[in-house]
């Protein structure tokens, strides 16, 4: 009795094992070979690791969020009085017009333009600092769009960024990287970008972390968001 038991359960056991076998080993080997394919027998199955998973899901979030910001990212071009040209990006804070851009963008005497998409909008230069490297300009258009701003406080090193910039006055450009360092005035990325003066840092969420200027070297550097909302008394 016992006898017939062990064999019953042997057989069982083997079953199993058996079945394990052919659909995660041997069904895909067969499915991928090319003597199947006349048969018209259906795909073979695609496996996706959880690692794959997650940067799938983060890439989708990240075009998402791209497409969703973009609009609040606005050209900027300027002529300065030794007849130079300054090219760069700003971002749009308020839907009734406020916007924000580095100072070394706008500098004084220089002959400005700030575009909305193919749009030039009229507009007022209210106030730049040249410490903070920012400046304050109210766009003469209402109902624009706009994005949220990012809690600095929850920033880890690390975390996924991307930038949005503006280049030949209306052409939208963005790169991604990854907080390197940051403290209370400063955020570090691994990007390099050299035009990126005045384009805005997102995290992958669409959220804006803060404004960006490039070092000699040309690295991404942002003025951090906090900073941003104190300049604009947001």
């Not at 500098?107 to 575009?115: A, I, L, T």
């Not at 230069?125 to 304050?136: C, P, V």
């Not at 949220?148 to 929850?154: A, C, H, P, T």
Request: hydrophobic share 40%.
């Amino acid at each position: 009795m016992l006898k017939n038991i062990l064999k019953i359960f042997g057989i069982f056991i083997l079953g199993i094992l058996g079945g394990i076998y052919g659909s995660q080993i041997l069904e895909p080997y067969l499915f991928e070979q090319f003597f199947f394919y006349k048969y018209g027998l259906p795909s073979p199955p695609v496996y996706i690791t959880k690692t794959e998973k997650i940067i799938i899901q983060e890439n989708v979030a990240l075009k998402n969020a791209v497409e969703r910001v973009e609009k609040a990212v606005i050209g900027v071009k300027t002529v300065t009085q030794k007849g130079k040209v300054l090219e760069g990006a700003g971002l749009i804070l308020t839907s009734d017009g406020l916007a924000v851009t580095l100072a070394d963008l706008v500098p004084k005497g220089g002959d400005f333009d700030f575009y909305f998409g193919e749009e030039k909008l009229k507009y007022q230069i209210l106030k730049r600092d040249l410490k903070e490297n920012l400046a304050l300009i109210e766009l003469k258009e209402k109902n624009l769009p706009t994005t949220s701003f990012g809690n600095f406080e929850k920033l880890k090193l690390g975390e996924r960024v991307f930038l949005i910039g503006v280049i030949e006055e209306t052409k939208k450009f963005t790169n991604e990287g990854i907080v390197k360092y940051f403290e209370e005035n400063l955020i570090k990325t691994n990007i390099f970008e050299k035009k990126a003066a005045g384009s805005c840092l997102f995290d992958i969420e669409g959220n804006v972390l803060g404004l960006n200027y490039v070092n000699k070297e040309g690295e991404v550097r942002a003025i951090p968001v906090t900073n941003l909302r104190k300049f604009a008394n947001l």
